[in-house]
Structure formats: structure tokens, C-alpha cells
């Protein structure tokens, strides 16, 4: 069975079980500051077992983008060497939101993989918790009867907190679970040892392919467990490993999903896959790689130096670093892969299809330039071959080369080795430490847990309609960051807009009868709408009046609507190919990403200009569809942006021909803007261009300051009629004078040349030139010093030069004195140089000194005149 049937098996059967199929969320979280990648098929359902917000469907199935590389789940630095673990990998799926719970869990995995998948049940092994102390709990008796009545008890293990109880993050939803592992070794191998004591070993052929999670619990940030309000069912299954379970492989690599990756790069590096360690480990590691960074571009994040992008402009660069290291790949190909992974699963995930040169531009670009950066450590790690006397590299300069040049302690060593070096590793060791420190202590914050006063079914957001309202506390809490306290207010119901969607957050007071608090921020955390206040009311439960700050908001809006129709006219003056790549709308300018090749070009800048001119003086009304179907807002035209997650029914905003899928504020017609400028226009990123402008009050003073500019302009010119013709008028004039000012510096040259021709005496053989001279620059004075050399033999020249106002020497001695007489102009300008406070040196032939003291020159000439 190939991979895509298997995928297709798992949704049917599920489909079968009256399961919605649902689509993947996107690999980046946009709106959960608690998690940087989906982790698990569950993180988009969190709020429904927290019981925040109720799930439509009450079972629902999918296979889900994860990515462990970061936080609680990291598997980064395994991925490559074994064979079992990958930083992208699909999750396949089934979900009970307080349906069914163990007994169907248990039943259906079972059928699914015995009956439909057909795996060998002698060969499957299956984990049940079996309690734990600190937390209070007893073994799960209720999943291992269920087990007991499919499988011989001796197939049924005990698994301990670590690995039978799961929890997605420090904090959040959890309970036991109950996994399922297939031993795929050789007959031979299960004789010698059973495969019973392997489960949970870390054995790359006894692995875990399902777990059924029974959600029950909530861990709160004290440590402490309370139940959840309903029992929900949660599984995931890794669909690589199922894969290679069902194809009767001992690797991952060797299923459909990774062999033609690695046939590809195999063929590209001349090697063969399976005839050495370190060639099949760099195999595997771009293999695997470029899946997590395709997806994650795809999914609109691109790799940068802060946060998620970081993250994976590091994965990418292990990538790069085996390659350069093992297959000697030198030049950008890791982007070539796309096209096979565009094949492989573009029908599922259309986000690859849709942006596959897009993406391949990022990658590629990304990858030629940390192979500069590579090559640049090479380069240093010459220089600092030969600076060093004792053949070790410190651990300082092995830091720097992992810090500044992303040269891990590994690949460093090797090159040392390579070189005849060592490295000193313990010192690298210390400065690893020193910054994990520096690091830790910023990072560290600590969420105190929600003191809840009142819940709703849902906050309502009324900041579309109106800025004021009365509303409740119904939740708060502190949350302290590097030494500062943070505290956060829920309200039952708010005009305050949460930054999303690009745009920021609102400021503003909490009104009550004795008590104004200022409103700092407003931020989102999946759906709750978080306030952030200077300190924590004095009177939670009191009656409060929220109020906006109107004027920051009203400006925002403005910048806002005019980011919709930017996107808009770039779309009409540039293509269909541009899409949204990010945005910043503030009450101040809007910045705004799109994908596009090349750089705009004045005329295109000024079209886009006229063109969200021509609507902001058409009025165009806000026409808003709030609770639209998201069916029926495609079939109006709007895009959906990869990488966002929409719920079933979506909010649509349109101004004459411009429609966005679109939480955000706007003006009720475009009038409101007034006037849209564009200030810059640049690159951010291989193939992604950055718009910044303005608008209203804003955009007329800059352009208030641009015509003043002129006039400025024009008063210092005198004020002429055309300015342009007079400024060029005035370029040309210049470069005339230059010009002439050359020639005159050629003719005065000629003639000092032939006098200093007319000076030279001949003594013992020696042709001796020297004389106190004045030279425009230091070229001149080479010049002429060369020229000399050309056209005498037996040259002994000094000229002591003043160069505007600067001392300097020039000593030329002919090539038979060299020869003959043992001169050296290097050794002869030093010794002068004293004279002019200076220094200098060069060849025997040519050499030059600087010096601080003028007045030294007529010393100069006197000393060269004693000198032979
Ligand atoms: P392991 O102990 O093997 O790392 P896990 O306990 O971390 O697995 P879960 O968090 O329970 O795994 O995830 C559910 C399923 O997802 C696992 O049974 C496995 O099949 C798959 N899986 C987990 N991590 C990875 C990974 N890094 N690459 C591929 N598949 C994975
Ligand atoms: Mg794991």
C-alpha cells in the first residue's frame, strides 16, 4: 500500500465512525503565545477540551502538519541519526469531544490496524499508565480491560508518567494514555530477545506508532491537577512510521514517503544510500528538513533572525551544514526537493502546490547565502590557522564561529582536524553555557493561573460597533517577565480590538466609580481577548466602563482599509501572483509583505499610488459580511491567506472591487482615508517585497515637507523657473570644471617633471634626484615617481612632498643599485621619515613614508643629500 492510500484508509475508516474530516491547522501558531509549532493533531481543538468553546462536531478526524522542534516536544537533534523521529511529520487523528471515550478508542485502533491495515497482531504490544504518586492517580484499569478482551495480557505493558501520561505543554489539558508499538524486526531477532522488553528502549524497530490519549485533566501552572468538564478522546498517530509498518520497512527512509528525497540527493552527491554512517545520516537530515521548512514557508513563515523564523532558518542551516560537510554539496539544491514534495503532497496540501516557486525562491536564496556564510568560517578558520602558535583553537574563537558563523562544535572540530588542529572543547563547553544563561534569564516568565470570577459562553467583541461599553472583570491574573509584572484582565464583553490580523491592539481606560485604569494593550491568546492593565483593579467585581482611545483607533482604521486597498491595486498593477506574505497596521503607517520578484519600478509605485487614490476618492462604502459561510466568501471573491486559520463561518470585508477575509477594523467609507502615500519600497526577503506608507493628516504633511523642500531648493538656486534644468545645469557644469582642473594638475606635473629632470646629478654612478615639491594628491606624487624610474637608469630619487598641507616621501632607487649597491628604498624612507615624524616602508624598488610634521621637508632634502 503506498502512502497515499494509507493516509486515504485512515480517513475513510474514520468517515465510517461518523467523523467530520477537518483540514490541518497551520504549522505555525499565530495566536498562542504558549506554542511556536503545532506539536500535536490536538493544539487546534485546546480550547475545546478546556471547555473555553464547544466543538461543532462531537468526533472528528484529520492528518495534522506537526513540527517538534522547539519547547516541551523537540526531537531536532535525534532526527537524521535515527530513523523513527522527524522534526515535520503528519499526525493522523480521531477525536471524541465528550462522545465516546476508552472503549471505542481502543477498539476502533485496534480494527484499523489489524483488520483494515492488515499488521500482524503477534507483532503489536500495548502500554496502559499504570499511576502515579505525586499526582495521586492509579493504574488505568479501565483501558486495560478493554485491552484484555482483544489481546493476550501478556501483550498489555505498564507505562509510567513519562511516557503513559501526556501532556501537550507545562500547562493544559492532559491524561493517560495508552500506546500502541509494533516490533518490525527479523524473525531471528524476536527468537533471541522478545520484543515485550524493547517497548519504550528507544529501539529503531520496537517503535511507538499510536497513542489514545484520554483526556480528563487540566494542569494548572501550580503543578496541580483538576478534571476537565467533559472526558474527550485525543490520538495521534505518526503516519511515517505507519507507513513503514505497513510496508514492511526498518527505516522511515525506506518507505515511498522519503525514497525518492533521498534517491535524488543520493544521485546529485554520486553516492550510494546505505554504504556509509555519515553519507546516510546527511541523506536523512535533508530529507527530512526540507519537508519542515517547505511546509513552514508555505505556511507563511519565512526564516528570519527572531522567533519561529529563527527556528527554521536553523533547521534549514543543519541541512546546508551536512550537505557542505558529507555530500559536498557546495552549491544551492535543497530547493530542488520542493518539486518532489509538490508531487508527493500537493494534492493534500494545496499550500505547497499553490506556492511551490515562491517557496523555492526562500530556500534557494536562504541557501546561497549560509554557504557564503560557510565559506567566510572557512576563511576564518585559515586566518586563524596561521595566528595561532599552539595549535588549538580556543574555545572563545570555536563560540564565535558557532555564534556568528552557525559553525557547530562538530563540523569545527572536523575542519580543524582536517587542518592539523584541535579545538579546545571544554572552553567552547563554557561560553555555551555562559549564553544558555544569559539567554535563560531572559526568557524566563512566570503565568500565574487565571483567578476566574464568572464565565460567559463567549466574550463578545463589540469594537466593530462602538468604542465604549460597561462591562465585567471575569478573569485576571499576573504574569511576570524579566523582573516586570504584567497583569491581565478578561471582561465579559469588550470594544477593545486584540492585535491580529496585523493590526495592534487598543489602548485606553476601565472606568468604574472610584478607579481609572489604564488599558496598555489588548492581546489574544487563542480566543480570549486579554487586557493588559497598568495594575490590577482595586475592586474586580466592580461595574466598569471600557473606553478606546478613539483617536490612535480611528487612524489605525485608515491605515487598515488602506492596506485592503493597497492589496488591491498591486494585484491589478502587478498580478494575481502577489499574495499577502504579512503586515503591521498601527495608528501611525502600515507596512505591508507581498510575494513579487523583483523590485517595483517608479512607474509601477505611482500607478498603485492612483490607483487606492482613485477609490479613497470614490467613497466606496464598508460593505461587511459578519458570520458568512466561508464557502459562500470564496465564491465572493475573497482569498483565503495560507498559513491562517479560518473557522467555518468568517468575516468579510469589501470596498467596490477589493474582498478580504478580515477580523479587523475599518473606516465606513473609503473617503475616511483622505489621501495614501507610499514612503518606501524594498526587499525583506528572497522574492517578498515590503510596501511602508501613510495616510490622512499623516501622508499631507509628508508631502507638505516634500514641496517645501523644493522651494528650499529653489531659493538656494536662486529661484529659477525650472529647477531640474538648473541642477542639472549645475551637475554638468561641475564635472566640466573637474575635468579642467585635471588637466591643469597633467600640465603642472610635466612641467615639475622636467624640472626635476633638469636638477638630477650624477655622482658615483647614482643619478640623483632629490627635491622639495607640491603635489595635489598622493597619485600624483606615484606618478610621478614611477615615470621618473621609467626613463632613468641608476635612479636615486627623494621627493619631499607637501600634499595639501600633509608632509610626505616618495623614494625611488633604480634596479642595478639594488643590485650593485645594496640600496633599499624601504630601509631609506624609514630613516627619513624620522624627520617628518612619521613612518612608512615598501619595496627595495618604491617606497613611501606619511608623516605629521611639515616642516621637517627642507630636513628631508638635506639628509637624502648627505646620505650617498
Ligand atoms: P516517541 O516516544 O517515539 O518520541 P512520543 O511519545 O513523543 O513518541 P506522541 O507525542 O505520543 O509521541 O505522538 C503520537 C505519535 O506521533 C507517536 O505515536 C508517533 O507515531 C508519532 N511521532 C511522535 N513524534 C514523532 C516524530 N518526531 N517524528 C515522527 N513521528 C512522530
Ligand atoms: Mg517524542
Same mark, same amino acid.
Given at each position: 500500500?503506498?502512502?497515499? #492510500?494509507?493516509?486515504? $484508509?485512515? @480517513?475513510?475508516?474514520?468517515?465510517?465512525?461518523? /467523523?467530520?474530516?477537518?483540514?490541518? *491547522? !497551520?504549522?505555525?501558531?499565530?495566536?498562542?503565545?504558549?506554542?511556536?509549532?503545532?506539536?500535536?493533531?490536538?493544539?487546534?481543538?485546546?480550547d475545546f477540551f478546556l471547555g473555553n468553546e464547544k466543538s461543532k462536531y462531537p468526533r472528528i478526524a484529520d492528518t495534522q502538519k506537526c513540527l517538534r522542534v522547539s519547547g516541551k516536544h523537540n526531537d531536532l537533534e535525534e532526527v537524521g541519526l535515527d530513523t523513527y523521529h522527524h522534526t515535520m511529520f503528519e499526525m493522523l487523528g480521531n477525536w471524541s469531544f465528550g462522545d465516546y471515550f476508552k472503549k471505542e478508542a481502543? =477498539?476502533?485502533?485496534? =480494527? +484499523?490496524?489489524?483488520?483494515?491495515?492488515?499488521? !500482524?497482531k503477534d507483532r503489536l504490544y500495548v502500554t496502559v499508565f499504570e499511576g502515579d504518586k505525586d499526582d495521586n492517580l492509579g493504574l488505568d484499569q479501565e483501558a486495560y480491560d478493554y485491552w484484555k478482551a482483544i489481546i493476550p495480557e501478556d501483550r498489555i505493558l505498564y507505562g509510567s508518567k513519562k511516557d503513559n501520561f501526556w501532556e501537550m505543554g507545562d500547562q493544559g489539558p492532559c491524561g493517560p494514555c495508552s500506546e500502541i508499538h509494533i516490533d518490525l524486526r527479523s524473525e531471528d531477532e524476536i527468537k533471541a530477545k522478545p520484543g515485550k522488553e524493547l517497548v519504550n528502549n528507544d529501539h529503531p524497530q520496537v517503535v511507538e506508532i499510536w497513542n489514545l490519549v484520554f483526556m480528563e485533566f487540566n494542569r494548572k501552572a501550580s503543578g496541580e491537577l483538576v478534571s476537565l468538564p467533559a472526558k474527550h478522546v485525543d490520538t495521534g498517530m505518526g503516519f511515517e512510521r505507519l507507513c513503514m509498518a505497513i510496508q514492511n520497512k526498518k527505516s522511515n527512509y525506506d518507505?515511498?514517503?522519503?525514497?525518492?528525497?533521498?534517491?535524488?540527493?543520493?544521485? $546529485? *552527491?554520486g553516492v550510494k544510500y546505505g554504504s556509509n554512517e555519515q553519507i546516510d545520516i546527511?541523506?536523512?537530515?535533508?530529507?527530512?528538513?526540507? &519537508?519542515?521548512? %517547505?511546509?513552514?514557508?508555505?505556511?507563511?513563515? +519565512?526564516?528570519?533572525?527572531?522567533?519561529?523564523g529563527y527556528v527554521i532558518r536553523r533547521i534549514l542551516r543543519r541541512a546546508v551544514r551536512y550537505g557542505f560537510t558529507f555530500l559536498n554539496f557546495k552549491d544551492p539544491i535543497i530547493f530542488e526537493l520542493v518539486d518532489i514534495l509538490d508531487q508527493q503532497m500537493g494534492d493534500v496540501f494545496n499550500e505547497v &502546490?499553490?506556492? $511551490?516557486?515562491?517557496?523555492? $525562491?526562500?530556500?534557494?536564496?536562504?541557501?546561497?547565502?549560509?554557504?557564503?556564510?560557510l565559506d567566510n568560517g572557512l576563511k576564518r578558520i585559515e586566518s586563524i590557522k596561521s595566528s595561532i602558535s599552539d595549535k588549538v583553537i580556543d574555545g572563545k574563537t570555536a563560540f564565535e564561529l558557532y555564534d556568528t558563523f552557525g559553525f557547530p562544535l562538530d563540523l569545527t572540530s572536523l575542519i580543524a582536524r582536517e587542518n592539523g588542529l584541535s579545538v579546545d572543547e571544554k572552553g567552547f563547553q563554557e561560553e555555551m553555557a555562559k549564553q544558555k544563561e544569559r539567554s535563560k534569564a531572559d526568557a524566563v516568565k512566570e503565568t500565574g493561573d487565571w483567578t476566574v470570577l464568572d464565565k460567559v459562553e463567549k466574550v463578545e467583541f463589540l469594537g466593530y460597533d462602538s468604542l465604549a461599553t460597561q462591562a465585567k472583570v471575569i478573569q485576571y491574573r499576573t504574569v511576570k517577565q524579566k523582573g516586570n509584572e504584567v497583569y491581565q484582565l478578561v471582561l465579559d464583553k469588550t470594544p477593545f480590538y486584540a492585535e491580529s490580523g496585523g493590526q495592534v491592539g487598543d489602548n485606553g481606560y476601565l472606568e468604574s466609580e472610584n478607579?481609572?485604569?489604564?488599558?496598555?494593550?489588548?492581546?489574544?491568546?487563542?480566543? @480570549?481577548?486579554?487586557?493588559?492593565?497598568?495594575?490590577?483593579?482595586?475592586?474586580?467585581?466592580?461595574?466598569? %466602563?471600557?473606553i478606546v482611545n478613539k483617536s490612535k483607533r480611528v487612524d489605525t482604521m485608515s491605515n487598515h482599509t488602506?492596506? /485592503?486597498?493597497? /492589496? /488591491? #491595486? +498591486?494585484?491589478?498593477?502587478?498580478?494575481?501572483?502577489?499574495?499577502?506574505?504579512?503586515?503591521?497596521?498601527?495608528?501611525?503607517? +502600515?507596512?505591508?509583505d507581498f510575494s513579487h520578484f523583483q523590485k517595483m519600478s517608479e512607474e509601477e509605485i505611482t500607478k498603485v499610488e492612483q490607483m487606492v487614490n482613485q477609490m479613497i476618492r470614490e467613497n466606496l462604502a464598508l460593505e461587511e459580511a459578519r458570520n458568512t459561510p466561508i464557502s459562500e466568501a470564496k465564491e465572493m471573491g475573497a482569498m483565503a491567506l495560507f498559513g491562517e486559520k479560518y473557522g467555518d463561518f468568517v468575516r468579510v470585508i469589501k470596498f467596490g472591487e477589493s474582498v478580504e477575509l478580515c477580523g479587523g477594523t475599518h473606516v465606513k467609507a473609503t473617503g475616511n482615508i483622505g489621501f495614501f502615500k507610499i514612503i518606501s519600497e524594498s526587499s525583506i526577503a528572497a522574492g517578498v517585497r515590503r510596501i511602508e506608507a501613510i495616510t490622512g493628516k499623516r501622508a499631507e504633511d509628508y508631502v507638505t515637507e516634500q514641496v517645501e523642500l523644493i522651494n528650499e531648493v529653489k531659493n538656494i538656486l536662486k529661484a529659477p523657473k525650472d529647477v531640474k534644468a538648473s541642477i542639472k545645469q549645475l551637475v554638468e557644469e561641475k564635472s566640466q570644471l573637474e575635468k579642467e582642473?585635471?588637466?591643469?594638475? *597633467?600640465?603642472?606635473?610635466?612641467?615639475?617633471?622636467?624640472?626635476?629632470?633638469?636638477?638630477k646629478k650624477e655622482e658615483n654612478g647614482l643619478v640623483k634626484i632629490i627635491s622639495k615639491v607640491d603635489l595635489p594628491s598622493s597619485d600624483a606624487l606615484k606618478q610621478i615617481s614611477f615615470e621618473l624610474k621609467n626613463e632613468l637608469s641608476n635612479l636615486f630619487l627623494v621627493l619631499a612632498a607637501n600634499i595639501d598641507g600633509k608632509p610626505q616621501i616618495s623614494v625611488v632607487i633604480g634596479d642595478e643599485l639594488i643590485k650593485d649597491k645594496n640600496l633599499n628604498a624601504g630601509t631609506i624612507v624609514r630613516e627619513l621619515a624620522q624627520e617628518i615624524k612619521g613612518g612608512g616602508g615598501g619595496q627595495p624598488f618604491y617606497a613611501t613614508a606619511g608623516g605629521k610634521d611639515l616642516s621637517g621637508l627642507d630636513r628631508v632634502v638635506e639628509k637624502a643629500l648627505k646620505m650617498v
Open positions: 500500500m503506498d502512502s497515499k #492510500a494509507v493516509r486515504q $484508509k485512515f @480517513l475513510n475508516f474514520f468517515i465510517n465512525k461518523e /467523523h467530520q474530516i477537518v483540514d490541518s *491547522a !497551520p504549522l505555525v501558531n499565530k495566536n498562542d503565545p504558549t506554542l511556536m509549532f503545532t506539536n500535536a493533531g490536538m493544539n487546534q481543538f485546546k481502543i =477498539e476502533w485502533a485496534w =480494527e +484499523l490496524l489489524t483488520e483494515e491495515y492488515k499488521l !500482524p518507505t515511498d514517503v522519503f525514497v525518492p528525497l533521498i534517491n535524488y540527493l543520493a544521485d $546529485k *552527491a546527511a541523506l536523512r537530515v535533508i530529507s527530512d528538513h526540507v &519537508r519542515a521548512i %517547505t511546509f513552514a514557508v508555505a505556511d507563511g513563515q +519565512l526564516p528570519s533572525n527572531t522567533g519561529a &502546490r499553490a506556492q $511551490k516557486d515562491f517557496i523555492k $525562491k526562500v530556500i534557494e536564496q536562504e541557501e546561497a547565502s549560509f554557504l557564503k556564510t478607579e481609572r485604569l489604564k488599558v496598555l494593550d489588548t492581546k489574544k491568546e487563542n480566543d @480570549l481577548i486579554i487586557h493588559i492593565v497598568e495594575k490590577l483593579p482595586t475592586q474586580v467585581d466592580a461595574e466598569y %466602563t471600557a488602506a492596506t /485592503h486597498l493597497l /492589496h /488591491h #491595486a +498591486l494585484r491589478e498593477v502587478l498580478g494575481t501572483h502577489v499574495e499577502q506574505k504579512g503586515s503591521l497596521v498601527n495608528e501611525k503607517e +502600515l507596512r505591508f582642473i585635471q588637466k591643469l594638475h *597633467a600640465s603642472k606635473a610635466g612641467d615639475l617633471k622636467k624640472e626635476l629632470l633638469s636638477s
